[in-house]
């Protein structure tokens, strides 16, 4: 069964810092991942999508890598804003299954 | 539609009582998930629906949730009896086609408040 952790729970940054959150998934057997932030009381916005055949993502400011064989991916925040504050969360779909397995998500907060 | 609708937004329902959840997912969608988030974590996966077939009911977390997508598109998650323990967001998901290639996109959720 796919498990999916996050590390940090929480991260509190100034403003204009570069930041990394980690994700970690127990089978590699995945089909692809999709990292997403939630703003409070609010749904899920779908920030990158990596392939299992891929290495990273970009959009922006945020770049996503992925390492099938360690069960790893980070997503990269450059020059962090006040208004990248939320919830991000990432979601592994494997290879067997047609559901995200989701992590529980870090909590970051950008100081202005 | 341009993105996945849910409805209500809030539902506030007395323990007992039974509550039905729509998801309009993005038309021509093949596939849509329902998801339910409780206080401070990550979804979890309830149940998953490739057209009007639903494939994976594993996630329900007991036989008062009940599910369906007659032709294709609207679903709907009906609770009956509500608990206490049921509060939490449900999330709608859909994707274009059943290999989930593409990713999914989720709705706003419903926040389902029991008291």
């Known amino acids: 069964k796919q498990e999916v952790t996050q590390i940090p729970a929480a991260l509190s940054v100034p403003e204009g810092e570069n930041l990394v959150l980690n994700c970690s998934f127990t089978?590699?057997?995945?089909?692809?991942l999709q990292w997403f932030r939630q703003d409070p009381g609010k749904g899920l916005t779908s920030l990158l999508l990596i392939q299992s055949s891929q290495r990273e993502q970009t959009s922006g400011r945020l770049n996503a890598s992925l390492d099938k064989s360690s069960g790893r991916s980070t997503l990269y925040i450059a020059a962090s804003q006040p208004g990248d504050s939320a919830t991000y969360l990432c979601?592994?779909?494997?290879?067997?299954?047609?559901?995200?397995?989701f992590g529980p998500g870090t909590r970051l907060s950008v100081l202005p | 539609g341009a993105g996945v609708s849910q409805s209500p937004r809030y539902k506030v329902a007395k323990r007992g009582q039974d509550v039905a959840l729509r998801c309009d997912p993005i038309s021509g969608h093949v596939s849509l998930f329902w998801y339910q988030q409780a206080l401070g974590q990550g979804p979890e996966f309830l149940t998953y629906?490739?057209?009007?077939?639903?494939?994976?009911k594993s996630g329900l977390p007991s036989d008062r949730f009940f599910a369906e997508r007659p032709e294709g598109s609207v679903s709907t998650l009906k609770i009956q009896r509500t608990q206490q323990e049921d509060s939490a967001v449900y999330l709608c998901?859909?994707?274009?086609?059943?290999?989930?290639?593409?990713?999914?996109?989720f709705g706003s959720g419903t926040r389902l408040t029991v008291v």
């Open positions: 089978d590699s057997a995945i089909y692809n």
């Open positions: 629906f490739q057209n009007e077939a639903q494939l994976d």
């Open positions: 998901a859909s994707s274009i086609n059943s290999a989930g290639s593409y990713g999914y996109t």
């Open positions: 979601a592994v779909r494997s290879d067997y299954g047609q559901n995200f397995v």
